[in-house]
């Protein structure tokens, strides 16, 4: 895109006194957030430590939905996570550079790029999850900036139901990736979530799916956030460990 970002990287606290390497999950905001916003949510230096994991944060700008934009060359947000992020995390740190040492969780809009990115690049992740994500975006058709990226709905309709998880969890078929799918029981996502849910059952894809009391916030997310990073703690198997 021609463009810098931030991000935040956590290492375990073994991390500078050693030689070992480590299995990296990726953590990627909701709508409007940045790179700051999961270490402001959720204690991340305590699950490196905990999980002898990395976490790194990338800013999938506010409104990305982690897409390659058709309409907009500025906006190529799938690709920055999936190749650009990977590559340079793999080269300037000690991880374990290989698809079985990544994985990524996400909130939100960050729930519905987790989960797309696994189904486009089932090469480069074992796995996703997803906590209070949008599955379907034609349900949303005004909401969070989407038409910023896809186009007015109305025109683009066809787009729009390409880039939602609901068509995308077609790519997943027979691929054994590690999916969970987390929604609150009051959260407008929930329907969406529910037909995820569904579609995966009928395709034969296996997958977590959980519903709790809770709604779209962030207390939802810090709340059930440590299940995904203790699921994918031990579906993260590098070589030789």
């Known amino acids: 895109m021609n463009r810098s970002f931030n991000a935040t990287v956590i290492t375990p606290y073994e991390y500078d006194n050693g030689s070992e390497h480590f299995s990296v999950i990726y953590m990627l905001h909701s709508y409007s957030g940045d790179f700051r916003t999961w270490s402001q949510l959720a204690p991340l230096g305590d699950y490196a430590d905990r999980y002898h994991l990395l976490f790194v944060c990338p800013d999938g700008n506010y409104n990305s ?3 390659d934009s058709p ?3 500025d906006s ?3 690709s920055y996570i999936a190749v650009d992020v990977v590559s340079f995390i793999d080269a300037h740190f000690r991880t374990w550079a290989n698809v079985h040492g990544r994985a990524l969780i996400g909130s939100s809009m960050g729930g519905h790029g987790a ?3 696994l189904a486009k690049h089932p090469d480069i992740f074992c796995g996703a999850g997803s906590i209070s994500g949008i599955m379907d ?3 949303f058709p005004t909401q969070w900036d989407i038409h910023e990226v896809l186009g007015d709905y109305q025109s683009h309709a066809d787009s729009w139901r ?3 998880f609901l068509t995308l969890c077609d790519k997943l078929v027979g691929l054994n990736k590690a999916i969970i799918l987390d929604c609150g029981t009051s959260d407008f996502a929930l329907r969406g979530n529910r037909a995820a849910h569904e579609k995966l059952t009928a395709l034969g894809i296996a997958h977590q799916y959980f519903e709790r009391p809770g709604s779209h916030v962030p ?3 810090r709340r059930n956030v440590e299940a995904h990073v203790m699921y994918f703690d ?3 198997l590098p070589p030789g460990k």
């Open 234 to 236: 031990k579906i993260l």
């Open 219 to 221: 207390s939802y997310v």
């Open 76 to 78: 190529k947000f799938e």
């Open 115 to 117: 989960v797309t990115i």
């Open 137 to 139: 975006l034609t349900e």
């Open 162 to 164: 390409a880039s939602s």
């Open 71 to 73: 309409i907009r060359q």
């Open 65 to 67: 939905w982690y897409l």
